[in-house]
Each structure stands twice: as structure tokens, then as C-alpha cells.
T-cell receptor, first 113, second 110 residues
Framework: DAGVIQSPRHEVTEMGQEVTLRCKPISGHNSLFWYRQTMMRGLELLIYFNNNVPIDDSGMPEDRFSAKMPNASFSTLKIQPSEPRDSAVYFC???????????FGQGTRLTVV | GEDVEQSLFLSVREGDSSVINCTYTDSSSTYLYWYKQEPGAGLQLLTYIFSNMDMKQDQRLTVLLNKKDKHLSLRIADTQTGDSAIYFCAESGGSYIPTFGRGTSLIVHP
């Protein structure tokens, strides 16, 4: 397996634009996480899916953020409208729910200007 | 305060031992982890320890857990320049959802 695949690796967008980040988890994994990493706040859990169902979205900052998982092999994180303070590295991770190790993607570096 | 705390920076000389410390608040933590993040990459699991263990050793890595004080440490013996990275402490309960510290940047200089 190629591991967790995220796209794009880098995204630069203007304030107010819609941004969509994509994630393909490892085949067979049934849990998926979206994290955001910034210098100020470290690594924050945004949302957690289990068997494609959002279980905990308490970390999603505000209504501008939404995440979907239409099937076991794909998830999106959307920001609409984007703001400069959304600039961060966004990581997707997946695991099998009873395993101890979460596997991370390479991340998407988002810059909102 | 934060759920998982660790110092932000550590600088060591090549060949010395590095010790990265972490404290956590959740007394029901089941697993405690150390992840490594190299520049431009995602996090990779280095090692983990069950909460009922005191110590785990894996080649150059030694993890010590003091459950009473909720203190976790990672010792890297014979630190090499390739060990330079950010090291994240994390804990999880039965849900296996890791909560991360802010990461310790390990800088190894010749």
C-alpha cells in the first residue's frame, strides 16, 4: 500500500476562496482523522470518522470548515470561505480502529493570502 | 493547561544521549506514544508503551513511564544528525484517538 495519500501537497489561495483538501486512507482502515498543525497551537484534531461516519467534530474551528467521507477510500476537508488564519499544514491519518498506530499522510500546506 | 505538555526545543551533541520529556493529564490513558516528524513529512510512530508498563527498550530508544506522576520520557542513545526532527508525545484512551503534545524540536550538532 502507498500509505495515506493527501492532495494537494501545497495550496496557495486568496482569502475568501473555497479550498478542498483530499485524503485517501490506507485500504482496510476504518478510522480517519483530520489534524491541523500550526506553530502556535501544535497539532489539533479537527474531526474523526469511524466507518465513514463522523464521530467527533468538536475540533472543527467554525462553520466555515466541513468534512465528508462519502466512502471508505476518500475524505475531503473543505474551507469556505478561507481566511489567512487558516494557513497551516493539514494532516490526514488513518488506522484500523483497534490498532495502536495511526498512519499519517504527508500533509497539505495551505497558505491563504 | 494543555492535555499533553512537552518542551519545545532540545539541542544535543552528536554521540550524546537525548532525553525528551512529556507530561500528560489524563489518568485513564491506555497508550502513550512517541511520534517523529521529519521536515516536510507526516508523523511516523517511533514507539508506544502500554500504561501498565514502566519501561520499553527498542535498540537506541528507551521509553520510561511514571504513571503516578503522569510523566513519559524518550531517551535516544548515541544521537545522530539523522535523529534531528520534531518528536511528539501522544496519549490515547480506549478510543485509540491520540492527543498530541506540541512537539519537541531535537537539534543534533556535530
Amino acid at each position: 500500500d502507498a500509505g495515506v495519500i493527501q492532495s494537494p501537497r501545497h495550496e496557495v489561495t486568496e482569502m475568501g476562496q473555497e479550498v478542498t483538501l483530499r485524503c485517501k486512507p490506507i485500504s482496510g482502515h476504518n478510522s480517519l482523522f483530520w489534524y491541523r498543525q500550526t506553530m502556535m497551537r501544535g497539532l489539533e484534531l479537527l474531526i474523526y470518522f469511524n466507518n465513514n461516519v463522523p464521530i467527533d467534530d468538536s475540533g472543527m474551528p467554525e462553520d466555515r470548515f466541513s468534512a465528508k467521507m462519502p466512502n471508505a477510500s476518500f475524505s475531503t476537508l473543505k474551507i469556505q470561505p478561507s481566511e489567512p488564519r487558516d494557513s497551516a499544514v493539514y494532516f490526514c491519518a488513518s488506522t484500523f480502529s483497534s490498532d495502536t498506530e495511526a498512519f499519517f499522510g504527508q500533509g497539505t500546506r495551505l497558505t491563504v493570502v | 493547561g494543555e492535555d499533553v505538555e512537552q518542551s519545545l526545543f532540545l539541542s544535543v551533541r552528536e554521540g550524546d544521549s537525548s532525553v525528551i520529556n512529556c507530561t500528560y493529564t489524563d489518568s485513564s490513558s491506555t497508550y502513550l506514544y512517541w511520534y517523529k516528524q521529519e521536515p516536510g513529512a507526516g508523523l511516523q510512530l517511533l514507539t508506544y508503551i502500554f500504561s501498565n508498563m514502566d519501561m520499553k527498550q527498542d535498540q537506541r530508544l528507551t521509553v520510561l513511564l511514571n504513571k503516578k506522576d503522569k510523566h513519559l520520557s524518550l531517551r535516544i542513545a548515541d544521537t545522530q544528525t539523522g535523529d534531528s526532527a520534531i518528536y511528539f508525545c501522544a496519549e490515547s484512551g480506549g478510543s485509540y484517538i491520540p492527543t498530541f503534545g506540541r512537539g519537541t524540536s531535537l537539534i543534533v550538532h556535530p
